[in-house]
């Protein structure tokens, strides 16, 4: 058996948890950096920056205060329920709109799907409407 040896040393690969996918995405939706959310759950930047990044979970008084800080459950955090990441709390326009998306997941699963497959006809529709196609079989371009 031949002996092989590497050009270089083998990185450590740090795999984002989910834990951490969930932290940094629900943070970006709410937009504070890593220094604010730090100083509003009493914690350092390097703290969230680890949690997010490598496969430590942080201690639960941390996930506690992290959930906190970011207004949303320790179980939303931890991936036991669904996050519901408001936008921003400074853009009212934003906030009604979301109340109303939210609203949607109330509805029985079949209404959800009625509700998904409405959206994406809109959508083609009008992609065709800006290309000047139109199925509507209307002859005057109506």
């Known amino acids: 058996m031949p002996l092989t040896i590497a050009r270089a040393m083998p990185r450590k690969k740090y795999g984002e948890t989910r834990f951490g996918e969930r932290l940094q995405s629900i943070r970006k939706a709410r937009r504070p950096a890593q220094v604010q959310l730090a100083e509003a759950a009493a914690t350092t930047q390097r703290a969230v920056s680890y949690y997010e990044t490598e496969a430590g979970f942080p201690p639960a008084p941390a996930v506690i205060a992290l959930a906190q800080a970011l207004g949303v459950t320790s179980d ?60 509507t079989g209307d002859r005057h371009g109506r």
């Open 76 to 135: 939303e955090l931890l991936g036991l329920k669904t996050p519901k990441v408001a936008p921003v709390q400074e853009d009212p326009e934003a906030r009604r709109q979301w109340k109303r998306f939210q609203m949607i997941a109330t509805l029985p699963e079949r209404d959800q799907k009625a509700v998904v497959r409405l959206i994406h006809s809109l959508v083609a529709g009008s992609s065709l409407r800006k290309n000047g196609n139109t199925q």
